[in-house]
């Protein structure tokens, strides 16, 4: 299909009543295509239904019906997470439909240029660190996508002299074929979602689509450390920005001195930009940057070398990096009682977020984790919990067995705190547990390597409970 031109009296699917399904479809529908919203969820379960059906919008709820794609349907646009193996995109396959996500439509409709940024960790810090600084530099960033406001609704606001900054998932992504944003953006490349794209080789795949379209007039902002980040390189016809934690480089943002990977020392570091006729100017100290830990100071300098491909100068970038404290719930500095700094890493769902979050600090740490019970030992975290970790105040369905853990890394003071009919409680009693066992200059940290869901509805009730918690004390 000829986007958006073709979109008037065409017959389009929108699989998905999720927020960007709904929002795609008003979209659709207002440049005058003829627009079916399918949802497998009972109607009860879809109140946005009601809302398009005002519209004009044929709504279809409970199952995918047979003959709902059919040869008269031109497009299909589907929910980035619905997999591809469901019956009605495969019958789109089978009958050559041109099947995308949102992104795709959304680019189409887009005034202004787009920042693109995906990878496997690290895409919503960066993402909303970009846009703290192109806003620093004058640059009128609108902040969008995987973040939380789907692109489509976005685009709405969009004028020539915005910056859309997008932060893009491999499912979205992996759903576009002419998207192509200005300024795009690799973080990095780490095993994840196979249950979803069955290869790893599909998965670089659908990360290195951020690129496809590329031309030489557009800015390439690539992991110069990461080797798989690095194997795409050829593949690429926009100009090359890298940035690198571990090599100077002849031009990019990098370290300087450069990390040596697995050791730890005293050294003071800094943030440097190179240009491309060699001159450099230091940006800030590593040690400055307003999110601990040193895999945030690499999700610094690709925000800086986003943010200088769309134009801001370096001299614009050292307040939003000194005064950003992180996404909510993401390491999010939550503050200081009794000159104990608390942090609420409530997404940390799993073993291996908790163990970026420790290494993040060189303070004592009070650990607050547990959470629902997935079958998981949490073994991997013993090395990290006797290195880093004080205390250990335990909650939720698998407190025995981080309890286990703690008393294997040979903590003397583990609690484990009793599970109340009142979730909000139990967390307020963990962290009157955790302030109890504090001292000055130790850190405080609610990082659960568990899901929420044996106590609360989600990863953001849990971090907001805490951070109430903590400013009660």
């Not at 709504?59 to 047979?66: A, F, K, Q």
């Not at 895409?123 to 406001?149: C, R, Y």
């Not at 790893?200 to 798989?228: G, H, R």
């Amino acid at each position: 299909m000829n986007h958006p031109e073709e979109y008037r009296g065409k017959e389009i699917v929108v699989l998905g009543l999720a927020k960007s399904g709904v929002q795609v479809a008003k979209v659709l529908h207002e440049a005058g295509a003829a627009v079916t919203v399918n949802d497998k969820k009972e109607r009860e379960q879809c109140p946005e239904a009601s809302e398009l059906e005002a519209l004009g919008i044929s709504v279809i709820c409970g199952g995918h019906p047979e003959g709902l794609i059919h040869p008269g349907v031109q497009l299909v646009v589907k929910n980035p997470g619905i997999p591809y193996s469901v019956p009605p995109v495969q019958k789109a396959i089978e009958l050559g439909i041109e099947i995308v996500t949102e992104v795709e439509v959304a680019y189409h409709l887009c005034q202004a240029p787009i920042i693109g940024i995906t990878g496997s960790n690290g895409k919503t810090t960066t993402t909303t660190w970009v846009g703290k600084m192109l806003e620093a530099a004058g640059l009128k960033p609108i902040v969008a996508g995987n973040i939380g406001t789907p692109l489509s609704e976005a685009v709405a606001a969009a004028k020539q002299d915005n910056w859309m900054v997008v932060e893009l998932s491999s499912f979205q992504l992996k759903g576009t074929s002419e998207f192509r944003p200005k300024v795009a953006s690799l973080l990095n490349i780490a095993e994840t979602h196979l249950d979803y794209h069955g290869s790893m080789q599909d998965y670089i795949e659908s990360k290195a689509k951020i690129f496809a379209n590329q031309l030489p007039e557009d800015i390439a902002v690539l992991n110069w450390d990461d080797p798989t980040c690095r194997s795409l390189v050829p593949y690429i016809k926009a100009k090359l920005l890298p940035f690198s934690m571990t090599e100077a480089l002849d031009e990019g943002v990098y370290v300087n001195p450069p990390y040596i990977p697995d050791v730890k020392d005293q050294v003071k570091r800094h943030i440097v930009y190179r240009d491309a006729q060699g001159n450099e100017e230091v940006i800030l100290a590593t040690d400055e940057v307003g999110i601990p830990g040193r895999y945030n100071v690499e999700n610094a300098i690709a925000a800086c070398a986003i943010s200088i491909a769309a134009g801001a100068a370096p001299s614009k970038l050292a307040e939003p990096l000194k005064s950003f404290r992180g996404v909510e719930h993401r390491l999010e500095y939550v503050g200081e009682k009794g000159q104990t700094v608390y942090y609420n890493n409530s997404k940390a769902t799993n073993s291996k977020a908790t163990a970026m979050a420790l290494s993040a600090f060189d303070e004592p740490i009070v650990l607050i984790a547990g959470g629902l019970d997935r079958g998981l030992d949490f073994m991997d975290l013993l090395p990290l919990i006797k290195d880093k970790v004080k205390a250990v105040v335990a909650l939720g369905q698998t407190k025995e067995k981080i309890a286990k853990v703690a008393k294997l890394a040979g903590l003397e003071h583990v609690t484990l705190v009793d599970t109340v009919e009142d979730a909000a409680e139990t967390l307020r009693t963990a962290v009157k547990e955790a302030a109890l066992l504090a001292q000055p200059g130790d850190v405080v940290l609610l990082s659960p390597a568990c899901a929420s869901w044996d106590m609360f509805s989600s990863y953001e009730e849990r971090g907001c409970i805490f951070k109430e918690a903590v400013h009660n004390l």
